[in-house]
C-alpha cells in the first residue's frame, strides 16, 4: 500500500511513520509535513536511506502539491495528522489553528476526492468532546463540545471530514485519541515540559490546583491503533482510543519529580489556563470489540521508560527548544511564573 501520512515529522507522525515502516515494510509512506516549529526531520532520522519513505515539505492547504502527490506516488489512503495542536497556543494566536485545521482540512479533503484516494483517516482528538465532570466517560455518541480553540478546529476538521464521507462519497474513518505521551513529544506539553524543567531545576508550572484530569495513552499504543483503524475500520464510523489511564496533572509532576529524584519545592502553582477542560476520559469499548485494539503499555511503565529517554536524548530536545522557538517559550513560560507571582 502507498500511505500519504500529513505531520509525520511531529510528535505521533513520526513515530507513526516508523511504526509502519516497522510493521508494513511493504509499505511506501509519503510523509508530508510544512515543519512548522512542532514539526522536526531530526525525529526521523533513522529513516535516513530508506527508499520506501519519502519526505515532502508542504502545507496541507496546497491542493495542487497534494495531487501531484497523489497521482506521481500512486497514494490508496491518507493519514491526516497535521495540525496545530497545543491548547495553549490557541489561546495565543487562533488564527493560524483556523487556517490549518479547518480549511487545510478541508482542503486535504478536496483533493483526496478529486484524485480518488481511497480512505482517509482523520485523526481526531477526544477534545472535541469538551470537558467532563467527576464520573463517566466519552463514548462515540457523546456531544460534540469542544471548549477551546484548538478543539473547535479539530472538531470542525472532524465534522467536514464526516461531510465529505456522507456527501461526496470519499472513504473516511475519524479516530479520537486521548492524551498521548512518549518520545519526541515537543517540550511544550506537559509531560516533557515538566520533564525538561526538572531536568534543568527550574519551576514547574502547573496550572490551577492542579487538579485537571486526562486520560493517558502511550503514543505507540495510538499508532497501532490507527493502523488498525485505517485497515480494518468501517467506512463513516469514529473511533474513541483510550488506554484508560486517568491521571491528576499534580501526580503526574510528583511522578516525573520522584523518577529524577528532585525536590517536590520544584512545584510552582500558576493562574489557570482560560477556559481549562476539567477532565477527558475515554470509552474505548467500540475499538476493542469491533477492531480487537488493546493497548500494550501501562502508564506507569510507559512514563518511566520517556522520562529515561528525555534524561538520554538531551541534544535533541536542545536542539528543538533553541532559536525562535526558545525566544517564544521564555517568553511564554516567564509569563506564566509572573502571573503566579502577582
Ligand atoms: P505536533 O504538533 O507534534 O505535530 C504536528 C505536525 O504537523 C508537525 O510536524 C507540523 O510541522 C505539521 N504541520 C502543522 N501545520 C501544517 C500544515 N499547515 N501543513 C502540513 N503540516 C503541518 O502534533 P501531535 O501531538 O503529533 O498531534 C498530531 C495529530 O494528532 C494532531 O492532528 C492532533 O490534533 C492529534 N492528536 C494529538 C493528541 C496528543 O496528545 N498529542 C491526542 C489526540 C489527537
Ligand atoms: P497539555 O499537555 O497542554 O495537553 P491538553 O491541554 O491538550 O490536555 O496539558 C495537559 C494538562 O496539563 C492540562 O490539564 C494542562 C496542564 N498543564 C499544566 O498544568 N502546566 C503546563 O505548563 C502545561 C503545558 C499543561
Known sequence: MNVLVTGGCGFIGSNLVKYIRRHRPDWKVVNFDKLTYAGNLE???ELEGDPNHVFVRGDVGNKELIEHLVRLHGIEAVMHLAAESHVD????????FTVTNVLGTQVLLEACRATGVKRFLMVSTDEVYGSLGPTGSFTET???????????????????????????????????????YGRYQFPEKLIPLMVVNALGDKPLPVYGDGGNVRDWLHVEDHCQALLIALEKGRRGEVYNIGGGAER??????????????KPETLIKYVKDRPGHDRRYAIDPAKIKAELGWKPAHTFEQGLAETVRWYVDNRPWWERVMSGAYRQYFDTQYKARLDQAAA
Open 43 to 45: 525525529n526521523l532520522t
Open 89 to 96: 497556543r490557541s489561546i495565543l494566536g487562533p488564527e493560524v
Open 142 to 180: 457523546s456531544p460534540l463540545q469542544p471548549s477551546s480553540v484548538y478543539s473547535a478546529s479539530k472538531t470542525s476538521a472532524d465534522l467536514m471530514a464526516l461531510a465529505y464521507e456522507h456527501t461526496f462519497g470519499l472513504d473516511v474513518v475519524v479516530t479520537r485519541c486521548s492524551n498521548n
Open 248 to 261: 491528576k496533572n499534580i501526580e503526574i509532576v510528583k511522578g516525573i519529580l520522584s523518577a529524577l529524584s
